[in-house]
């Protein structure tokens, strides 16, 4: 079975500044990756996600996640952080030919900006 | 397109009284779910249903029951209530059963049990 661990639970950064929250995933294979990000008040956004090929992808918003299957690592980036991007940001992992219903949600990594 | 909506938003119960959640998707999606969120836990999946007439439970599906009547809906009931079940209740969809597929979720029923 999969899991996702997320170290990081709340991380402050200046707007303007680059991020990097982390995600390490635990599973056989390469799985199926996720990054979804919720609002204060909403439900969560998916942001990106990695199936196969370029180990670097682009999401929504301007983040990217760069999959490292050396490190089991799919840690999530963005050059310039935006005040708009404080939120709780959660990584997922799927296993390949399997049912949504297995899909392991992360703990989550909550943002703060500092102005 | 309103995507996936859950009612109500905010709720309080007293322990030992049942409710509904309600939940519905209008983008013909196959697969419903729903997760509760924890502070520190994530998301856990209560109960899904791959197909209208199919649900099946999840992680934690002590408490709660399910039904899928229509492709549209996904109700939720809480039987009777308990103070373990305060918790955030998020209703998702997606287009259908397969672990690629993009998850879309609801906004959220805060639901507190005094």
Same mark, same amino acid.
Not at chain 1, 75 to 100: I, M, Q, T
């Given at each position: 079975?999969?899991?996702?661990?997320?170290?990081? =639970?709340?991380?402050?950064?200046?707007?303007?500044?680059?991020?990097?929250?982390?995600?390490?995933?635990?599973?056989?294979?390469?799985?199926?990756? &996720?990054?979804?990000?919720?609002?204060?008040?909403?439900?969560?956004?998916?942001?990106?996600?990695? &199936?196969?090929?370029?180990?670097? +992808?682009?999401?929504?918003?301007?983040?990217?996640?760069?999959?490292?299957?050396?490190?089991?690592?799919? !840690?999530?980036?963005?050059?310039?952080?935006?005040?708009?991007?404080?939120?709780?940001?959660?990584?997922? +992992?799927?296993?390949? /030919?399997? $049912?949504?219903?297995?899909?392991?949600?992360?703990?989550?990594?909550?943002?703060? =900006? /500092?102005? | !397109?309103?995507?996936?909506?859950?009612?109500?938003?905010?709720?309080?119960?007293?322990?030992?009284?049942?409710?509904?959640?309600?939940?519905?998707?209008?983008?013909?999606?196959?697969?419903?779910?729903?997760?509760?969120?924890?502070?520190?836990?994530?998301?856990?999946?209560?109960?899904? $249903?791959?197909?209208?007439?199919?649900?099946?439970?999840?992680? +934690?599906?002590?408490?709660?029951? +399910?039904?899928?009547?229509?492709?549209?809906?996904?109700?939720?009931?809480?039987?009777?209530?308990?103070?373990?079940?305060?918790?955030?209740? &998020?209703?998702?969809?997606?287009?259908?059963?397969?672990?690629?597929?993009?998850?879309?979720?609801?906004?959220?029923?805060?639901?507190?049990?005094?």
């Amino acid at each position: 079975a999969q899991s996702v661990t997320q170290p990081d =639970i709340h991380i402050t950064v200046s707007e303007g500044a680059s991020l990097e929250l982390r995600c390490n995933y635990s599973y056989g294979a390469t799985p199926y990756l &996720f990054w979804y990000v919720q609002s204060p008040g909403q439900g969560l956004q998916l942001l990106l996600k990695y &199936f196969s090929g370029d180990t670097l +992808v682009q999401g929504i918003k301007g983040f990217e996640a760069e999959f490292k299957r050396s490190q089991s690592s799919f !840690n999530l980036r963005k050059p310039s952080v935006h005040w708009s991007d404080a939120a709780e940001y959660f990584c997922a +992992v799927g296993a390949r /030919r399997s $049912s949504a219903s297995k899909i392991i949600f992360g703990s989550g990594t909550r943002l703060s =900006i /500092r102005p | !397109n309103a995507g996936v909506t859950q009612t109500p938003k905010f709720q309080v119960l007293k322990t030992g009284q049942s409710m509904t959640l309600q939940c519905a998707q209008d983008m013909n999606h196959e697969y419903m779910s729903w997760y509760r969120q924890d502070p520190g836990m994530g998301l856990r999946l209560i109960h899904y $249903s791959v197909g209208a007439g199919i649900t099946d439970q999840g992680e +934690v599906p002590n408490g709660y029951n +399910v039904s899928r009547s229509t492709t549209e809906d996904f109700p939720l009931r809480l039987l009777s209530a308990a103070p373990s079940q305060t918790s955030v209740y &998020f209703c998702a969809s997606s287009y259908n059963s397969l672990s690629g597929n993009t998850i879309y979720f609801g906004e959220g029923s805060w639901l507190t049990v005094v």
